[in-house]
């Protein structure tokens, strides 16, 4: 098998095809009452949002979380997560997207930082699981680097050239994962950050993942 010669794209999950914004909020807003902080909405989540996860925790405490209070954040922000994933769906016009671009013979790949064994039955469940080359999630703890997770994603793609390839994703971590392996990014609008953050990476900011999908057919040409 030779290089591709058409582009590929590496999606995003939570805040891009999955549309997930209720129930992060509410997990980030059950996190933070077990701290005794105040709730925040959903335009101070998407202003102020950021990884590392702690250093988002930063911004709206004051100071990092310690050690334990991380523990306490984390472990409730996942338990709330999954009770409440269960009433969110995909966005959108996810499924004609994903197969109209594989029909066309280009490929597609989706890296997430959830968790794998929690991803792939959720991605499997909504039918979309053929449409992609592969499917990684996080397997090592919470809080890492999405360029690292990145780099091992492409390298584990076979024939799929970095430079032809699109990285399409909510937040600004997807541009910086993007650059780390010579790829590019467009961020959509719809998910965990507002657009003045987005637009801070330089990388191009759509408000839909139509718009995405034309502009990475034109980015990796």
């Known amino acids: 098998m030779g290089m591709q010669t058409d582009a590929h794209i590496v999606w995003d999950w939570n805040g891009t095809l999955f549309h997930d914004n209720d129930a992060i909020i509410g997990a980030t807003n059950a996190a933070f009452t077990e701290l005794g902080l105040d709730p ?5 989540y998407r202003a102020l949002y950021c990884v590392p996860v702690p250093k988002f925790y930063e911004r709206l ?8 209070e991380w523990q306490v954040m984390d472990e409730t922000f996942h338990r709330y ?19 109209s671009w594989r029909s066309a013979g280009r490929s597609q790949s989706l890296l997430s930082m959830y968790v794998h064994d929690e991803l792939v039955p959720l991605v499997r469940g909504f039918g979309i699981e053929p449409h992609f080359i592969r499917v990684d999630g996080r397997t090592g703890p919470s809080g890492g680097s999405k360029a690292e997770h990145m780099e091992r ?5 076979a024939g799929v050239d970095p430079g032809r390839t699109v990285v399409i994703g909510d937040a600004a971590d997807d541009a910086v994962a993007a650059r ?15 657009r003045a953050s987005l637009e801070e990476t330089g990388a191009p900011v759509v408000d839909t993942l139509g718009e995405a999908v034309a502009l990475a057919a034109r980015l990796a040409a």
């Open 40 to 44: 925040i909405t959903m335009e101070e």
């Open 153 to 157: 994603h492409v390298a584990a793609l």
């Open 180 to 194: 780390h392996v010579g790829a590019r990014a467009v961020l959509y609008t719809g998910g965990s950050h507002g």
């Open 61 to 68: 405490m004051g100071r990092l979380p310690t050690e334990v």
């Open 81 to 99: 997560y999954a009770e409440h994933r269960v009433t969110c769906g995909l966005t959108e016009g996810v499924a004609e997207l994903l197969e």
